[in-house]
């Protein structure tokens, strides 16, 4: 079975601090990692795949498959940063299992 | 065309209505998904059709039923919904990039409050 599990509901930061939203996930497979970003009243966009390993709105995302995780950083917060993240898995079905989420405020 | 588009972005129905949800993708791709989104809680996967023919059914239950017309077009039509089916309904799409993967796309949702 596969499980994506983002430990913080909410995560509030100040403008210009550092952001890490944690994702940790369970798959026997080989993955393929995604985080998608919701902000208030839009559609769930992709934010990034770890097999491109590119840099969006200033946000990377590293796979450690040691560690089974995912997690998403940004050097220096903003407050158009303010979304509801979701790490999800996806697996050879094409299947997506979506994390919690995580709630981040970027207060100014 | 890089967008997945749903209507209606609102509805509202008594639990004797029978009512349809669409979505349309332009992108060529061959495989369609509707989720269901609760408030402050990740979607969840209803169905996925592949190349126009059901390949997943989550054990939904039968009042929701999908249609999918062609490539482009993916239906969820609506029968006797109970009041804890009003839910943010999502429609995805995907298709294989060279060199990325397959990556799905979403829509902006239906909004549908049964009563």
């Not at chain 1, 993955?31 to 934010?47: A, G």
């Not at chain 2, 209507?7 to 669409?22: A, D, F, R």
């Not at chain 2, 397959?102 to 829509?107: D, H, I, L, P, S």
């Amino acid at each position: 079975a596969q499980r994506v599990t983002q430990p913080e509901k909410l995560l509030s930061v100040f403008k210009g601090a550092p952001v890490e939203l944690k994702c940790n996930y369970s798959y026997s497979g080989s993955p393929e990692l995604f985080w998608y970003v919701q902000y208030s009243r839009q559609r769930l966009q992709l934010l990034l795949r770890h097999i491109s390993r590119e840099s969006i709105k200033g946000f990377t995302a590293d796979l450690n498959k040691g560690e089974t995780s995912f997690h998403l950083k940004k050097p220096f917060a903003q407050e158009e940063d303010s979304a509801m993240y979701y790490c999800a898995l996806g697996n050879a079905g094409n299947m997506l299992t979506f994390g919690g989420g995580t709630r981040l405020m970027v207060k100014p | 065309d890089t967008e997945v588009t749903q209507t209606p972005k609102h509805l509202v129905m008594g639990m004797t209505n029978k009512k349809s949800l669409k979505c349309e993708q332009h992108m060529g791709h061959r495989a369609m998904y509707w989720y269901k989104q609760k408030a402050k809680k990740p979607p969840e996967l209803m169905f996925v059709y592949s190349y126009e023919k059901l390949s997943i059914n989550e054990s939904v239950p039968s009042r929701f039923s999908p249609e999918c017309p062609n490539s482009s077009l993916l239906n969820l039509h609506l029968h006797a919904l109970q009041p804890e089916d009003s839910a943010l309904y999502l429609c995805a799409s995907s298709g294989r990039v060279r060199g990325v993967g397959e990556t799905q796309y979403f829509g902006p949702g239906t909004r549908l409050l049964v009563l």
